[in-house]
């Protein structure tokens, strides 16, 4: 399955933009270390990060780009079942 999403906000400033879109793709097995993913996050909602760790056991670790991100220990580990899909391609805004 293929999405488009409309980024919001700046925590993947420089490489998303805020009105940026992302194309998506449920169909990115098996997740490594530097992917970028969309997450459901029990917090904090609907999500564009990029994994920066992967445990067998606790799920993934993920961060944003900018400082002004929440931060990996906020976020906490993600189950990867939150995971909605892998970030194929960008679309700037226009």
Not at 34 to 50: E, F, M, S
């Amino acid at each position: 399955m293929i999405q488009v999403i409309k980024v919001k906000g700046d925590s993947m400033l420089p490489e998303l933009t805020n009105g940026d879109f992302v194309i998506v793709s449920k169909f990115y097995w098996p997740l490594k270390t530097g992917h970028l993913v969309v997450a459901n996050h029990p917090n904090y909602q609907c999500i564009i990060k990029r994994i920066v760790q992967i445990s067998p056991l606790k799920g993934i670790l993920l961060s944003g780009t900018n400082a002004a991100s929440v931060t990996t220990e906020q976020m906490g580990w993600v189950s990867k079942k939150h995971v909605l899909g892998k970030v194929l391609f960008r679309i700037n805004q226009i």
